[in-house]
Protein backbone atom coordinates (compact mmCIF):
# COMPACT_ATOMS: atom_id res chain seq x y z
CA UNK A 1 0.00 0.00 0.00
CA UNK A 2 1.57 3.15 -0.71
CA UNK A 3 1.93 5.86 1.68
CA UNK A 4 1.01 9.67 1.54
CA UNK A 5 3.11 11.25 -0.95
CA UNK A 6 3.86 14.41 -1.37
CA UNK A 7 5.27 16.91 -4.48
CA UNK A 8 7.86 18.36 -4.87
CA UNK A 9 9.66 17.44 -1.83
CA UNK A 10 11.42 20.67 -2.07
CA UNK A 11 10.88 24.34 -4.07
CA UNK A 12 12.47 27.30 -3.76
CA UNK A 13 10.51 30.47 -5.33
CA UNK A 14 11.33 34.00 -5.42
CA UNK A 15 8.90 36.28 -3.00
CA UNK A 16 5.76 37.30 -5.13
CA UNK A 17 5.57 34.24 -7.40
CA UNK A 18 3.39 31.55 -6.74
CA UNK A 19 3.40 28.08 -5.19
CA UNK A 20 1.19 24.90 -5.68
CA UNK A 21 2.08 22.03 -3.51
CA UNK A 22 0.21 18.78 -3.80
CA UNK A 23 -0.53 15.76 -1.39
CA UNK A 24 -1.45 12.61 -2.62
CA UNK A 25 -3.21 10.79 0.34
CA UNK A 26 -3.39 7.07 0.99
CA UNK A 27 -6.10 5.40 -1.30
CA UNK A 28 -9.97 5.63 0.53
CA UNK A 29 -8.63 7.94 3.20
CA UNK A 30 -11.49 10.42 3.38
CA UNK A 31 -9.93 12.41 5.69
CA UNK A 32 -6.90 15.07 4.72
CA UNK A 33 -5.30 17.11 6.65
CA UNK A 34 -2.64 20.16 5.99
CA UNK A 35 0.31 21.01 8.93
CA UNK A 36 3.43 23.29 8.65
CA UNK A 37 6.59 23.60 10.19
CA UNK A 38 8.05 26.96 10.42
CA UNK A 39 11.65 27.94 11.54
CA UNK A 40 12.28 24.65 14.01
CA UNK A 41 9.22 25.44 15.70
CA UNK A 42 5.80 23.52 16.49
CA UNK A 43 3.89 21.31 13.51
CA UNK A 44 0.95 24.00 13.11
CA UNK A 45 -2.63 22.50 11.85
CA UNK A 46 -3.77 24.41 8.50
CA UNK A 47 -7.07 22.78 7.78
CA UNK A 48 -8.67 19.81 7.27
CA UNK A 49 -10.68 18.38 4.26
CA UNK A 50 -13.17 15.30 4.97
CA UNK A 51 -13.49 14.13 1.18
CA UNK A 52 -13.96 16.92 -0.95
CA UNK A 53 -15.88 19.39 1.93
CA UNK A 54 -13.56 21.78 4.32
CA UNK A 55 -14.20 20.06 7.94
CA UNK A 56 -11.88 23.06 9.07
CA UNK A 57 -9.99 26.09 8.24
CA UNK A 58 -8.89 27.46 11.04
CA UNK A 59 -5.68 27.13 10.76
CA UNK A 60 -4.94 28.88 7.46
CA UNK A 61 -2.82 31.83 8.00
CA UNK A 62 -4.47 34.26 5.09
CA UNK A 63 -6.01 34.51 2.21
CA UNK A 64 -3.03 34.21 0.45
CA UNK A 65 -3.52 30.29 1.25
CA UNK A 66 -5.84 28.17 -1.43
CA UNK A 67 -6.80 24.67 -0.32
CA UNK A 68 -8.23 22.16 -2.69
CA UNK A 69 -9.36 18.81 -2.63
CA UNK A 70 -11.19 18.00 -5.99
CA UNK A 71 -13.44 14.85 -6.16
CA UNK A 72 -12.01 13.70 -2.73
CA UNK A 73 -8.93 12.40 -3.72
CA UNK A 74 -5.61 14.49 -3.94
CA UNK A 75 -5.39 17.89 -2.64
CA UNK A 76 -3.49 21.32 -3.23
CA UNK A 77 -2.22 23.87 -1.13
CA UNK A 78 -1.49 27.39 -3.62
CA UNK A 79 0.13 30.08 -2.12
CA UNK A 80 -0.11 33.18 -4.02
CA UNK A 81 1.69 35.15 -3.98
CA UNK A 82 4.61 34.02 -1.49
CA UNK A 83 6.04 36.17 1.21
CA UNK A 84 9.19 35.34 2.97
CA UNK A 85 7.33 34.12 6.25
CA UNK A 86 5.84 31.26 4.60
CA UNK A 87 8.96 29.51 4.68
CA UNK A 88 8.44 26.31 5.92
CA UNK A 89 7.84 22.46 5.90
CA UNK A 90 4.00 21.51 4.57
CA UNK A 91 3.12 18.23 5.62
CA UNK A 92 0.00 16.29 4.76
CA UNK A 93 -1.42 13.79 6.56
CA UNK A 94 -4.63 11.60 5.64
CA UNK A 95 -6.50 9.30 8.23
CA UNK A 96 -9.26 6.46 7.28
CA UNK A 97 -12.20 6.98 10.15
CA UNK A 98 -10.61 7.20 13.10
CA UNK A 99 -7.35 6.03 12.69
CA UNK A 100 -4.42 6.87 12.58
CA UNK A 101 -3.17 9.76 10.53
CA UNK A 102 -0.34 8.48 8.36
CA UNK A 103 1.89 11.49 7.44
CA UNK A 104 3.64 12.35 3.81
CA UNK A 105 7.67 13.39 4.10
CA UNK A 106 6.98 16.95 3.49
CA UNK A 107 7.36 19.82 1.03
CA UNK A 108 10.04 22.17 2.21
CA UNK A 109 9.18 25.84 0.65
CA UNK A 110 11.78 28.60 0.90
CA UNK A 111 10.67 31.84 -0.44
CA UNK A 112 13.96 34.00 -1.17
CA UNK B 1 -5.97 26.82 25.79
CA UNK B 2 -4.22 23.88 24.38
CA UNK B 3 -0.47 23.27 24.26
CA UNK B 4 2.29 21.10 24.07
CA UNK B 5 5.45 21.72 25.26
CA UNK B 6 8.59 19.69 24.83
CA UNK B 7 11.29 21.11 27.38
CA UNK B 8 14.57 20.21 25.45
CA UNK B 9 15.38 21.65 21.93
CA UNK B 10 17.98 18.36 22.17
CA UNK B 11 18.51 15.31 24.01
CA UNK B 12 21.55 13.31 24.18
CA UNK B 13 22.59 10.17 25.10
CA UNK B 14 25.24 7.09 24.92
CA UNK B 15 24.24 4.19 22.79
CA UNK B 16 23.28 1.62 25.09
CA UNK B 17 21.73 3.99 28.06
CA UNK B 18 18.07 4.40 28.21
CA UNK B 19 16.68 7.74 26.98
CA UNK B 20 13.97 10.51 27.75
CA UNK B 21 12.19 12.69 25.88
CA UNK B 22 10.25 14.46 27.54
CA UNK B 23 6.25 16.23 26.62
CA UNK B 24 4.05 17.89 29.37
CA UNK B 25 0.42 18.95 27.62
CA UNK B 26 -2.67 21.08 28.54
CA UNK B 27 -6.29 20.49 27.36
CA UNK B 28 -9.49 20.10 29.14
CA UNK B 29 -10.86 16.81 29.76
CA UNK B 30 -8.97 13.22 28.96
CA UNK B 31 -5.94 13.62 25.98
CA UNK B 32 -5.42 11.47 23.10
CA UNK B 33 -1.78 11.51 23.38
CA UNK B 34 0.77 10.71 20.55
CA UNK B 35 4.52 10.95 19.72
CA UNK B 36 5.78 10.79 16.28
CA UNK B 37 9.10 10.32 15.02
CA UNK B 38 10.80 12.14 12.03
CA UNK B 39 13.97 10.71 10.68
CA UNK B 40 16.20 12.42 8.18
CA UNK B 41 14.52 13.01 4.71
CA UNK B 42 12.04 11.33 6.00
CA UNK B 43 7.82 12.11 7.05
CA UNK B 44 6.26 12.12 10.16
CA UNK B 45 5.88 8.40 11.60
CA UNK B 46 3.58 6.89 14.10
CA UNK B 47 5.43 5.77 17.24
CA UNK B 48 2.56 5.50 19.91
CA UNK B 49 -0.42 6.79 20.99
CA UNK B 50 -2.67 6.92 24.50
CA UNK B 51 -6.06 6.96 24.12
CA UNK B 52 -7.14 5.20 27.76
CA UNK B 53 -5.96 2.24 30.13
CA UNK B 54 -3.09 1.43 31.09
CA UNK B 55 -1.01 4.10 31.50
CA UNK B 56 2.59 2.82 30.39
CA UNK B 57 1.90 2.31 26.45
CA UNK B 58 4.64 0.48 23.96
CA UNK B 59 4.81 1.59 20.16
CA UNK B 60 7.49 0.83 17.51
CA UNK B 61 11.00 0.44 17.67
CA UNK B 62 11.53 -0.51 21.18
CA UNK B 63 9.62 2.70 22.37
CA UNK B 64 7.27 3.54 25.86
CA UNK B 65 5.52 6.39 27.06
CA UNK B 66 4.11 7.00 30.28
CA UNK B 67 0.71 8.89 30.33
CA UNK B 68 0.69 10.68 34.33
CA UNK B 69 -2.15 12.74 34.53
CA UNK B 70 -1.91 14.59 37.74
CA UNK B 71 1.45 15.86 36.04
CA UNK B 72 0.14 16.27 33.02
CA UNK B 73 3.32 15.00 31.17
CA UNK B 74 3.75 11.99 28.48
CA UNK B 75 7.36 11.26 28.44
CA UNK B 76 9.08 9.20 25.69
CA UNK B 77 11.32 6.58 26.90
CA UNK B 78 13.61 3.53 25.96
CA UNK B 79 15.35 1.34 28.42
CA UNK B 80 18.49 1.19 25.43
CA UNK B 81 19.16 3.58 23.33
CA UNK B 82 20.65 2.81 19.31
CA UNK B 83 22.30 5.20 17.51
CA UNK B 84 19.44 4.32 14.87
CA UNK B 85 17.21 6.08 17.38
CA UNK B 86 18.92 9.45 16.34
CA UNK B 87 16.00 11.65 14.53
CA UNK B 88 13.79 14.61 15.54
CA UNK B 89 10.78 13.71 17.65
CA UNK B 90 7.23 15.19 18.18
CA UNK B 91 4.60 14.76 21.13
CA UNK B 92 1.50 15.78 20.03
CA UNK B 93 -2.41 16.24 21.38
CA UNK B 94 -5.44 15.79 19.81
CA UNK B 95 -7.32 19.28 19.78
CA UNK B 96 -10.68 18.37 21.63
CA UNK B 97 -12.88 20.92 19.56
CA UNK B 98 -11.94 18.79 16.49
CA UNK B 99 -14.99 16.43 17.04
CA UNK B 100 -13.11 12.86 16.94
CA UNK B 101 -11.07 14.01 14.00
CA UNK B 102 -7.21 13.53 13.99
CA UNK B 103 -6.87 17.52 14.20
CA UNK B 104 -3.42 17.42 16.02
CA UNK B 105 -1.29 20.00 18.41
CA UNK B 106 2.48 19.38 18.19
CA UNK B 107 5.08 20.04 20.35
CA UNK B 108 8.17 22.16 18.43
CA UNK B 109 10.06 18.66 18.77
CA UNK B 110 12.83 16.85 20.28
CA UNK B 111 16.34 16.15 18.49
CA UNK B 112 17.27 13.19 19.77
CA UNK B 113 21.18 12.19 19.31
CA UNK B 114 22.14 8.69 20.21
CA UNK B 115 26.43 8.82 20.49
CA UNK B 116 28.54 5.39 19.78
Known amino acids: EAGVTQFPSHSVIEKGQTVTLRCDPISGHDNLYWYRRVMGKEIKFLLH????????ESGMPNNRFLAERTGGTYSTLKVQPAELEDSGVYFC??????????FGQGTRLTVV | AQSVAQPEDQVNVAEGNPLTVKCTYS??????LFWYVQYPNRGLQFLLK??????LVKGSYGFEAEFNKSQTSFHLKKPSALVSDSALYFCAVRDMRSGGYNKLIFGAGTRLAVHP
Open chain 2, 50 to 55: YITGDN
Open chain 1, 93 to 102: ASQKGVGEAF
Open chain 1, 49 to 56: FVKESKQD
Open chain 2, 27 to 32: VSGNPY
